[in-house]
């Protein structure tokens, strides 16, 4: 991590500018997106909370190697960059004051709860954090029971008990330095201000996608959250939208699935302006505890088959456009 030299960068990005003549990205032909999900401190660096290694053991690392590569060799033609921040509270559904069992432990990080482990007791809403949601005891545990069960039925992975993770305004929280830097070279150099979208702050839901949470409704249908219309409207006025991030198991493989999701209700033809930088994204893998390769190799595989292009950051970017 370093602090971005800014008006340095910024002379360096002017410069560089005028020796490749560069153009405002207002004048692009072709409007190509870049999406980066969640290229955060907390998931690429070693040693932070819930760094995202892959089997490799430093699959994130690699991943932003070869993104920031990728995004320098093509700043001409990158109209705009859009960057996730996964943003949480101490408070929330998946971290582990959450819940408690009947001795008042909080289940351990990486603790899988499923809908029967709620109904058979062997987890509970943890009654004493009621006040500071704004809500009782009884609804709490109304809406973890019903939490659970909606992700069985729609086949979601059971709750996670993550570490406590991108706390709101740490460390953590921010950008990748090198990422973070390559986006601002890139504004300076084509005039294009990037777009930062907030995500995961809801107490009662998980927010893996960028686009919506895992769950919408209460105990009693009443809305807990809303999909973010607005941002999907918008990355359908590009003509290309590319995806890199982490985890590859996890919030990238969300966020497509409910951008393929939108896409199949208006135009399915316009599934094939995707394009997944399978070479910029891991999954997650917990030595000895979980492994998520097999099931986001799976989604991306069921991507590809539905229309997407599965393409890797090192290919030239004309070489792969299907427009």
């Known amino acids: 991590m370093w602090p971005v030299p800014y008006q340095q960068r910024a002379e360096d990005a002017l410069a560089w500018a005028r020796k490749y003549n560069l153009q405002p990205a ?3 032909k072709i409007k190509i ?3 980066l999900i969640d290229i955060q ?3 690429c660096i070693p040693g932070f909370e819930l760094f995202v290694g892959g089997r490799s053991g430093l699959g994130a690392v690699e991943d932003n190697i070869r993104l920031c590569e990728f995004l320098y060799r093509n700043l001409g033609s990158i109209t705009h960059i859009t960057s996730t921040l996964d943003t949480h509270q101490v408070m929330q559904i998946f971290h582990p004051i959450f819940l408690v069992n009947e001795q008042g432990t909080h289940p351990a990080p990486y603790t899988l709860i499923s809908y029967d482990d709620l109904l058979q007791g062997r987890w509970k809403f943890n009654p004493n954090i009621a006040s500071s949601l704004g809500i009782n005891p009884i609804y709490g545990q109304q809406l973890i029971i019903h939490y659970a069960k909606e992700l069985k039925e729609r086949q979601k992975y059971d ?3 993550w570490p406590y993770h991108v706390m709101r305004g740490s460390l953590g929280n921010a950008l990748v330095s090198a990422v973070e830097e ?5 504004t300076i150099t084509r005039n294009s201000l990037p777009d930062f979208e907030i995500k995961g702050n809801n107490p009662f839901t998980e927010h893996y996608s960028a686009l919506g949470p895992e769950v919408m409704d209460g105990p009693h249908g009443e809305q807990i959250a809303v999909k973010n219309q607005e941002f999907m409207q918008e990355l359908h006025t590009y003509d290309v939208v590319v995806i890199a991030g982490q985890a590859k198991s996890h919030c990238v493989a969300w966020t497509i699935d409910d951008l393929l999701g939108y896409i199949l209700e208006i135009d399915e033809s316009l599934v094939k302006k995707v394009y997944l930088l399978e070479d910029c994204s891991s999954p997650v893998v ?3 505890v979980i492994d998520y390769t097999d099931q986001a190799d799976a989604a991306y595989q069921r991507f590809a088959q539905a229309g997407m292009h599965i393409v890797r950051s090192t290919e030239p ?3 792969w456009l299907d427009i």
């Open 33 to 35: 997106e870049l999406l």
């Open 41 to 43: 401190n907390t998931f």
């Open 317 to 319: 970017l004309h070489n």
């Open 159 to 161: 709750l996670t008990i």
């Open 182 to 186: 390559a986006i601002f070279f890139h």
């Open 26 to 28: 207002v004048k692009d």
């Open 286 to 288: 917990i030595p000895g």
